[in-house]
């Protein structure tokens, strides 16, 4: 960096904010650079069908899934991790931003690193790109969501030995092994929290008979959910009879949840081993000695570590509060752009012209 950037830089450091985004299908978290994460907000926007306005947003918003008159709509922008509704998105990541932007009043406009899945399009960047820049931002750069949970937690992912990290969040898995700056091997699944809660809720309708929603789903996942047997749980969960249609309470177990995700499960831990059946010997040895690290909010997932480790054979450590690790992972990145800037994603139409 030359000495007229670097006045430049720190000149836009005084007059601009730096902000990190991790644009999760649940779960959007805001970075604020010199504060941490400020913002912590469901992915959900809540909109007036009759004005086409925005009515709320975030938490908010998610109260009123299932809960809202016909004109007033609780929607999620992002499907498996990438936007299906471009104005909605827009309007939330500005939300946002200036929430975060409250807590530090600069008059330029903030610079914006945002995760997204790992074998996202070129045309969904451009949508993430575009959302973020109409929405206030100066510059905008997309990295990976395992690469930003890796810096998050501090693997060492410019040295020469092989990382391995799997992001379970609410839309979307990552499954990635990164050495030297870059992903060797990845894969992207859409088996995560949101597809748990489905699978919680189709099991309860054919056992019990009775019809759920999504929160609780979550709620019975959060509370009795396991994937190996451990202690015995049980929760009493309401719901709407199939048969009279008149509200019913039955008790749910551990061992209904686990019946309920298993083929997920299982489906999560084959593709576990199909990225390590595809990786470089050298750096599954490098895998096997450093382990397997799960961030992201299915990391929490009651015994997952176990069942992994149990049917790998190899090390696997939950990180230090994964539902945070890619947002911390931006805010590592924006400290030190220069240095992390080839782990950004570039679209093909921002590249150099190929000389001929």
């Known amino acids: 960096m030359d000495f007229v950037q670097k006045i430049k830089e720190k000149l836009y450091r005084k007059f601009s904010n730096d902000i990190g985004i991790d644009l999760g299908t649940a779960n959007t978290l805001v970075y604020l650079a010199g504060k941490g994460i400020v913002v912590n907000e469901p992915s959900v926007v809540a909109l007036?069908?009759?004005t086409g306005r925005v009515v709320a947003v975030g938490a908010q918003a998610k109260a009123m899934l299932g809960r809202t008159p016909p004109h007033i709509v609780a929607v999620r922008p992002l499907v498996?991790?990438?936007?299906?509704?471009?104005?909605?998105?827009e309007e939330m990541i500005a939300y946002l931003v200036k929430k975060a932007e409250?807590?530090?009043p600069k008059p330029l406009g903030p610079r914006v690193?945002?995760?997204v899945p790992s074998g996202v399009t070129n045309v969904e960047i451009r949508a993430v790109r575009d959302a973020t820049r109409n929405a206030g931002a100066r510059e905008v750069y997309i990295v990976e969501e395992p690469m930003a949970g890796a810096?998050?937690?501090?693997?060492p992912i410019k040295s020469p030995v092989g990382n391995m990290v799997v992001d379970i969040g609410g839309g979307t898995s990552d499954i990635a092994v990164i050495s030297l700056g870059g992903i060797v091997k990845s894969k992207n699944l859409r088996i995560a929290g949101d597809k748990l809660n489905n699978d919680i809720i189709a099991y309860i309708r054919s056992e019990f008979k009775i019809l759920i929603g999504e929160k609780t789903a979550e709620e019975i996942k959060i509370s009795v959910g396991s994937v190996m047997p451990e202690q015995s749980m049980e929760l009493?969960?309401?719901g709407r009879d199939l048969v009279t249609g008149l509200p019913r309470e039955v008790i749910?177990?551990?061992?209904?949840?686990?019946e309920a995700m298993a083929q997920s499960i299982a489906n999560l831990v084959e593709s576990v081993k199909e990225v390590l059946e595809t990786t470089p010997p050298e750096i599954v040895a490098d895998v096997m000695q450093r382990g397997i690290y799960l961030v992201g909010g299915g990391a929490l997932i009651r015994g997952l570590d176990a069942l992994l480790n149990e049917e790998l054979r190899i090390p696997v450590y939950i990180a230090s509060d994964p539902l945070t690790a890619i947002a911390r992972g931006t805010g590592v990145i924006l400290e030190n752009l220069e240095d992390y800037r080839e782990v950004l994603i570039e679209n093909e139409d921002e590249l150099p012209p190929k000389k001929q």
């Open 151 to 155: 810096i998050g937690i501090r693997l």
């Open 113 to 115: 690193v945002v995760g």
């Open 252 to 258: 749910i177990t551990d061992s209904d949840v686990r």
């Open 48 to 50: 007036n069908q009759k």
């Open 236 to 238: 009493p969960v309401k």
């Open 80 to 89: 498996d991790g990438v936007i299906s509704d471009f104005e909605v998105t």
């Open 102 to 104: 409250e807590l530090s």
